[in-house]
């Protein structure tokens, strides 16, 4: 907290003031690069059939902008050491961001699906831009769709049959 507000330029007392503890100054700074609904509006429209595809590319999309990476990165950084941003991360991707998704899809289990998505996402995320791991980072974002889609597109329309919520 202390390199935060040297860097800030403000007395170390002000940012405890203000947010309390390091948990709380991490919460208020860290949130999706995103708005709710967005993931929906850009998804959403066009073949169904290829659904997997537009959501792989709307999130290599953030993961491939620099200052949007750093903070996906922040937050699942994070979520790995604390209970809290893991609810927070688990939350705001589910809830906010892909339920509108499943919501529009009129599928049985769209919660369910919800989660794989992420759950899938989230994993990727991790691998690639985190872990690093090389054949996986060295892949185009185009080679990453072409591979991740497929999966998706099952998860959000295909069967998970022997899948029960």
Do not use: N
Not at 35 to 61: D, T
Not at 81 to 109: F, Q, Y
């Amino acid at each position: 907290m202390r390199a935060i507000a040297r860097r800030a330029d403000v007395d170390p007392g002000l940012v405890l003031h203000y947010f309390g503890d390091k948990e709380r100054l991490f919460t208020e700074a860290m949130t999706l690069p995103m708005i709710p609904g967005q993931a929906a509006a850009e998804v959403l429209p066009g073949p169904r059939s290829a659904i997997g595809r537009r959501l792989i590319e709307f999130f290599l999309r953030i993961w491939e902008d620099p200052s949007q990476r750093d903070q996906m990165m922040g937050m699942l950084r994070g979520a790995t050491t604390s209970p809290h941003v893991a609810d927070m991360l688990r939350e705001a991707l589910t809830e906010r961001v892909l339920a509108p998704v499943g919501d529009s899809l009129g599928v049985s289990d769209a919660a369910l699906r919800m989660d794989l998505c992420s759950s899938l996402l989230i994993g990727l995320g991790f691998g690639r831009y985190v872990l690093r791991y090389e054949r996986l980072a060295s892949l185009s974002a185009e080679q990453v769709a072409e591979l991740i889609g497929p999966t998706l597109q099952r998860y959000l329309t295909g069967d998970i049959a022997g899948a029960s919520a």
